[in-house]
């Protein structure tokens, strides 16, 4: 892809991808248990979410700013099981809150602007596809798990729409199946494209920005240009995160759902 | 054909889908809008619903994003 252009200015490679690499920062190159870019900053999230958390449950009787922060991002999870599980949620409440929690602060720490500081470089834990796909595989065991403990073999009905003629649900059963084993698959999808699609269209224009001070003249125009729209698609971005760990928990406890109450 | 000439144009291709599912995303909130102004009491108990729809509406158009992706850098 070679721009014709007759400026002498040097040319800069477009390189999205570069931003998503795992580095080993000690141990065995390529081993399963060297310590990577991606571990630190997973330790990083957790440190987060530790402090977060810690600062708000001193259980003051008027509480703080943080407490009250604390206390609404349980309620908002609390509430959010309870309204699509019913009481018998109250025991996946947990896992539910773990993830939200790890993917909501690991989304949002990705989209920091790092960068500034020579040789720090922010890396999203949720733009791995072996992270997020962990994650959707434990919400589907929990699913598993949970539906044939409670039900044993009756939860096989759970493919049989109650009332359809049969001509309907050989049909209906087959289709219910196949999209309850995609379930996981889609659930860790979502979110890994999500993330690496809104961090390669900032990294691309962000690149234009570079492309366009070097050309001079007409080119300053368009890294202008390109700096307002960075600006709206990171704002963009961070309302993507929040979403996308909402849409990760609310279809982990619709799974639940399923898998607890049979329809 | 060349073959990265037509590893571009398919990735184009692809891109297309994105698009489509920006379609989706919009009916989904649009139609929510909808009937959240008509009865707006009942609108707040449909949120996660709302955000159901969105979910399996964006989907088809990461995929279909992951899909251009592939083809441009993995294939």
Redesign the interface.
Known sequence: MSVAHTSSAAEVKIDP?HQFQIDTIFGADGSPFAFTNSSLWMLIVLAIIYVFMMGGMKRELVPGRWQVAVEGVTKFISD?VQ??IGPEGRKYTPWVFTIFMFILVSNLLGMMPFGIVPGVHPFTVTSQFTVTGLLAIISFSIVLIVGFWKHGLHFFSLFVPAGAPFVLKLLIVPIEFVSFLVRPF?LA??LF??M??GH?LIKVFGYFIVQGINAGGMGYGISALSFVFIAGVGALELLVCC?QA??FA??TS?YINDAVNLH | MDLEAAKVIGAGLAAIGVGAAATGVGNVFGSFLQGALRNPAAADGQQ?RL??G??AA??LG??S??VA?IIL?AV
């Open positions: 991808m959010m309204s699509n889609s999808l979502r494209v999500a690496i699609a390669i979403i909402y849409v609310l279809l619709l | 996660g955000f159901i969105f979910a964006e989907l990461l995929i994003f992951a992706m850098y």
